[in-house]
């Protein structure tokens, strides 16, 4: 019987989770969200992060192994994330997975962190095994870090074919929040901003370059477009910020809906082509933070349906950061043989 303790501190949260791969079932998985200490900067700050994932690695690893009824001796392997993510948070997972695995003699797993949220889907609501993902599919993974299409052929073999060339979709949800006068994170307040305002499309923003042929992504002049439609309705100021007094309830609805759109045609289109291009892909899985978007989900389970594609999205609870895909993906590796050494670094996978 093999178990894995995955351990994820790329960003802002610190989490653990043990994986039980001849169950094909996850005993535990716990999670410190640092929401609350960076909410009011915007978005995330790295040292802040850090230092507060040092402070609640060990907590959270226990809480994980007492809630799966284990300790340390009964673990096999130790999955850690590796990059991307922020250096500092990074390190904190990989030097504390190094040193339980060097002291308690178990092997240490490689995780990279944009693969965990790949396989986040393969996790049903009660954390057993989802069968149901056929291969080849497309994957669509978006969150505050990343935004980014893959062809997944297997369990740990897949292609990327389109990536944002500049900010991830997460960030321009983050960013216009703060903008329109709410604090970290975005998605969730524009989400419920969009549903008051119906998902209209009122202000129209830029699609970007009409893309024949690639997949890749671009949220930076979309983001500018949406500053200036703010500064022109005098609610934002590039020097004095929001403007308190000028923003009305029907601005913010107006300007989270067409923005919502926007970046839902965009996903769309995307995965329009890539379906039509590589008629091969059976499904499409909808992962990161930005998966726990209700209206996006739809609108992609829609565009499946009507071309006979499955849809799958993680859980929500496996949408943000989470250390059980890094558990599960730490079990098929742990199959396949494939350890790390204990001069691991962030950057390696
Ligand atoms: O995966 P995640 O927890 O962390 C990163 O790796 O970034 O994703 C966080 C991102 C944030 O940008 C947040 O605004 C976005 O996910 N998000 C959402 C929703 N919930 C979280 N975006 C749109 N709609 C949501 N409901
Ligand atoms: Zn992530």
Redesign the pocket.
Known sequence: MAKILGIET??D?TAAAVYDSEEECLLSSHLFSQIELQKRFGGVVPEIASRSQLERIGPIVMSALHEAGISFNDIDYVAVTTKPGLIGSLLIGICYAKAIAWASNKKLIAVNHLEG?MFSAFLEDDGTMRTAIPFPHLCLSV????TALYIVHDFGKFELIGETIDD?A??A??KIAYRLGFSY????I??QLAGENEFRDVCHYPRGKKEKESFNFSFSGLKTAVLYDLVKKEVFDFKTGVNKEKMTRDIQKDVASSLLICITEIFEDRIRRAFKKYPQLQALTFV???A??KF?GARLRALCERRSKKFFVPHRRF???NAAMIAFVGSYKAKKGEFASFDLDAFQE
Do not use: R, T, Y
Not at 185 to 188: L, Q, R
């Open positions: 790329s960003c949260e949220h969150s505050g870090g990343h991830a997460g960030e949800f983050d994170p975005g998605g969730p524009i989400e990161g933070g930005v726990a978007n996006i949408c943000p950061d």
